[in-house]
């Protein structure tokens, strides 16, 4: 999609207007120095659509960025460390040299950039030197997006939720993070403008409306904007954006951190504040709860432990207490040491499995009683399900209900009957993993109801 010449600058403008004048929710406050705004960067670096090249500064200064999906658009034209000085004299990028190889989608933007007004445009692929891996490093926060359509979806009173969800852009994990954090964005979906704040939707083919807001009880995907950057309740929120970040694409499993970046570092501040640090995508803080991660069948992503969600490939969900805070307070006892190193009690069970399309089995005891039931990790590609015996569990923490109901809110009397368990395969070294994660009842862990050598105390290490 190309920017038409008869698309309403002005009322984009008068959007962008509106909402920093009136909507609380999306004033800045306070940007501060640029060692506190950007502390990961020397240097912030910038294409200048007036002199058309790059600069350098150490200014907080606003911008306008570009949000993609790398294709075709990119057409092999990016920062290098070769080109990088060239790139910085003025008038470069409409030079002859270089003019004819800037790809159409950043002609665009850049034409948008002067028409609302703005002298800065920031572009991963020319602001970050692609063969610094330092440098790539460094996440931003966006503010226009530029959705490249893989499938045409028909409608006519589609939401911008709806439209997107049928798009390239939707899918990837790399743009997630941008759909959450920026307090404005401009959406270029099937010929359609839409402009999205914290407060806010806006489309060129619908009447303006002066309070038009968003309802509370919006879908979440589509409120994301709002619902992730505001971190009401930090744990809950956190997990709601995991959730809907899991089940997008990833090309390089590596970068299933790196792509949560900006996310990361912003729930990094908050764990702070309470002393805490984040450890492999985790708040330290919250540790207990969010070990609970499940979906049906997850398979491994090698280089990240087994106990944290970066660990499997698929998207997870986590348990829903009435009091998170409460809960983490008054049924949880597991000190973690670092490197993951505790104790608690190892129970063993035989497992009956379920035959359906979800990977889970029901737990049995030693009189071949069921006790619990557990959601099965790595099912098709771990060898130990092959293996007839029994199976080694860990005890977590306390649960007030059992898992069909693991992830809905209850509205039950608690009485806290089921215990969280963990499934665990030992591998070389002592190192525990995670195979599974489920719920027994209290009764499970007295004596004799457990196949022999358990109930035990253990130091486990979890990797």
Same mark, same amino acid.
């Given at each position: 999609?190309?920017?038409?010449?008869?698309?309403?600058?002005?009322?984009?403008?008068?959007?962008?207007?509106?909402?920093?004048?009136?909507?609380?929710?999306?004033?800045?406050?306070?940007? *501060?120095?640029?060692?506190?705004?950007?502390?990961?960067?020397?240097?912030?670096?910038?294409?200048?659509?007036?002199?058309?090249?790059? %600069?350098?500064?150490?200014?907080?200064?606003? !911008?306008?960025?570009? $949000?993609?999906?790398?294709?075709?658009?990119?057409? *092999?034209?990016?920062?290098?460390?070769?080109?990088?000085?060239?790139?910085?004299?003025?008038?470069?990028?409409?030079?002859?040299?270089?003019?004819?190889?800037?790809?159409?989608?950043?002609?665009?933007?850049?034409?948008?950039?002067?028409?609302?007004?703005?002298?800065?445009?920031?572009?991963? $692929?020319?602001?970050?030197?692609?063969?610094?891996?330092?440098?790539?490093?460094?996440?931003?926060?966006?503010? @226009?997006?530029?959705?490249?359509?893989?499938?045409?979806?028909?409608?006519?009173?589609?939401?911008?939720?709806?439209?997107?969800?049928?798009?390239?852009?939707?899918?990837?994990?790399?743009?997630?993070?941008?759909?959450?954090?920026?307090?404005?964005?401009?959406?270029?979906?099937?010929?359609?403008?839409?402009?999205?704040?914290?407060?806010?939707?806006?489309?060129?083919?619908?009447?303006?409306?002066?309070?038009?807001?968003?309802?509370?009880?919006?879908?979440?995907?589509?409120?994301?904007?709002?619902?992730?950057?505001?971190?009401?309740?930090?744990?809950?929120?956190? *997990?709601?954006?995991?959730?809907?970040?899991?089940?997008?694409?990833?090309?390089?499993?590596?970068?299933?951190?790196?792509?949560?970046?900006?996310?990361?570092?912003?729930?990094?501040? @908050?764990?702070?504040?309470?002393? !805490?640090?984040?450890?492999?995508?985790?708040?330290?803080?919250?540790?207990?709860?969010?070990?609970?991660? %499940?979906?049906?069948?997850?398979?491994?992503?090698? *280089?990240?432990?087994? !106990?944290?969600?970066?660990?499997?490939?698929?998207?997870?969900?986590?348990?829903?207490?009435?009091?998170?805070?409460?809960?983490?307070?008054?049924?949880?006892?597991?000190?973690?040491?670092?490197?993951?190193?505790?104790?608690?009690?190892?129970?063993?069970? $035989?497992?009956? !499995?379920?035959?359906?399309?979800?990977?889970?089995?029901?737990?049995?005891?030693?009189a071949g009683v069921k006790c619990g039931d557990v959601f099965l990790d790595g099912f098709e590609e771990s060898k130990l399900f092959d293996q007839e015996g029994l199976f080694e569990f860990i005890l977590l923490s306390q649960s007030d209900s059992d898992l069909p109901q693991f992830l809905h809110l209850s509205t039950a009397v608690k009485d806290w009957k089921w215990y969280n368990v963990m499934l665990i395969e030992w591998k070389e070294g002592g190192i525990a993993e995670r195979r599974g994660i489920g719920t027994i009842?209290?009764?499970?862990?007295?004596?004799?109801?457990?196949?022999?050598?358990?109930?035990?105390?253990?130091?486990? @290490?979890?990797?």
């Amino acid at each position: 999609m190309r920017v038409k010449p008869q698309l309403d600058f002005r009322r984009l403008r008068g959007w962008m207007a509106t909402c920093k004048r009136t909507h609380v929710e999306c004033i800045l406050k306070g940007a *501060g120095a640029f060692e506190e705004v950007l502390p990961v960067l020397d240097v912030l670096r910038l294409i200048d659509v007036e002199n058309m090249c790059l %600069v350098e500064t150490r200014d907080v200064v606003p !911008y306008i960025a570009l $949000s993609y999906v790398w294709g075709s658009v990119t057409s *092999g034209f990016w920062l290098t460390t070769r080109n990088k000085t060239s790139m910085m004299r003025q008038g470069i990028l409409s030079s002859p040299e270089y003019s004819p190889g800037l790809p159409p989608t950043i002609c665009d933007a850049i034409i948008l950039v002067k028409e609302l007004r703005r002298k800065f445009l920031w572009v991963d $692929s020319l602001c970050l030197i692609q063969n610094d891996e330092e440098d790539l490093q460094n996440g931003i926060d966006i503010t @226009i997006v530029r959705e490249v359509q893989e499938d045409l979806w028909m409608g006519v009173y589609a939401s911008v939720a709806q439209l997107l969800k049928n798009s390239a852009y939707e899918t990837r994990a790399w743009t997630f993070r941008e759909h959450v954090i920026s307090r404005r964005i401009l959406y270029f979906v099937e010929d359609k403008v839409f402009f999205q704040c914290r407060e806010s939707i806006r489309l060129e083919t619908c009447e303006d409306h002066p309070n038009a807001q968003f309802s509370h009880t919006h879908d979440f995907l589509s409120s994301a904007p709002p619902l992730g950057a505001r971190m009401d309740f930090p744990i809950l929120n956190y *997990g709601s954006l995991l959730s809907s970040y899991t089940r997008r694409a990833l090309t390089e499993q590596s970068d299933i951190l790196r792509a949560m970046a900006g996310i990361n570092r912003r729930i990094r501040r @908050i764990s702070l504040r309470f002393g !805490y640090r984040m450890l492999e995508g985790i708040p330290t803080g919250a540790f207990d709860w969010f070990v609970l991660f %499940v979906r049906f069948g997850l398979c491994r992503r090698d *280089g990240f432990p087994s !106990y944290s969600w970066a660990g499997w490939r698929g998207k997870v969900d986590f348990p829903l207490y009435d009091d998170t805070n409460e809960w983490l307070r008054l049924r949880t006892w597991i000190i973690w040491y670092p490197l993951l190193q505790f104790w608690t009690l190892a129970l063993f069970f $035989s497992l009956h !499995y379920v035959e359906s399309h979800v990977p889970s089995a029901s737990v049995h005891d030693r009189a071949g009683v069921k006790c619990g039931d557990v959601f099965l990790d790595g099912f098709e590609e771990s060898k130990l399900f092959d293996q007839e015996g029994l199976f080694e569990f860990i005890l977590l923490s306390q649960s007030d209900s059992d898992l069909p109901q693991f992830l809905h809110l209850s509205t039950a009397v608690k009485d806290w009957k089921w215990y969280n368990v963990m499934l665990i395969e030992w591998k070389e070294g002592g190192i525990a993993e995670r195979r599974g994660i489920g719920t027994i009842v209290k009764e499970a862990i007295l004596p004799g109801a457990s196949y022999e050598p358990g109930p035990v105390w253990k130091e486990i @290490i979890l990797g």
